[in-house]
């Protein structure tokens, strides 16, 4: 295997491999059917938690799980999508799709968490459960707004609670360091 096969990511790799098939040959004719099919995949993880997750929430943190194998880490994809903004010719349409989506996905994973392992409760005490309402929480937990009608009943709960918040905030620094580069390499590139 040569030095630049060896530094490509797996999904750099499977995104190299997939328009080679045929159903890439069939689907990637124009940039405007990849942005569909992104747009589309992208809408179909999140629909995946909205499908399986009130009857079992492991079907989607094993999804979850899986695509951090695949994408080597959490934060890859957003280096990917860096380097990808460095060529000259870049659609920023990429980026616009992917961003809402992973914020999307992060909290129904952390949802999927709380439904498994956390208690949520209100103010008084009173157990809340259902899809929403672990959703909602979880992205109040991620965007860290706290709005406190809805509280960690438990330990656990606690702790994935400041785990969500703190990737929440390690995210939006991460994602704004990333657009704040992308615009400076951008300004240089069309010097």
């Known amino acids: 295997m040569n030095d630049k ?45 909205w499908t399986t997750a009130w009857w079992s929430p492991w079907f989607y943190i094993l999804f979850m799980a899986l695509g951090v194998w695949f994408g080597q880490g959490i934060f890859n994809l957003f280096s990917v999508i860096i ?36 208690v949520i409760q209100d103010p008084d005490g009173i157990k809340l459960e259902g899809m929403w309402n672990n959703f909602y929480f979880s992205v109040v937990t991620l965007t860290t707004l706290g709005y406190g009608n809805i509280v960690p009943g438990n330990f656990f709960a606690e702790l994935l609670a400041t785990i969500e918040s703190l990737i929440g905030f390690m995210g939006f620094a991460v994602l704004a360091g990333i657009i704040a580069s992308i615009a400076f390499k951008r300004a240089e590139i069309n010097k």
């Not at 530094?7 to 059917?33: I, Q």
């Open 5 to 49: 096969k060896k530094k490509l990511t797996r999904a750099e790799r499977f995104g190299a491999w997939l328009p080679s098939t045929k159903f890439g040959k069939a689907v990637f004719t124009s940039h405007k059917n990849v942005i569909i099919f992104f747009a589309a995949f992208m809408l179909f993880t999140h629909t995946l938690y």
């Open 83 to 118: 380097k990808q903004s460095m060529e000259k010719e870049w659609d920023s349409t990429i980026l616009k799709i992917a961003v809402p989506f992973i914020l999307l996905n992060w909290a129904a994973f952390f949802s999927c968490l709380y439904m498994l392992f956390g």
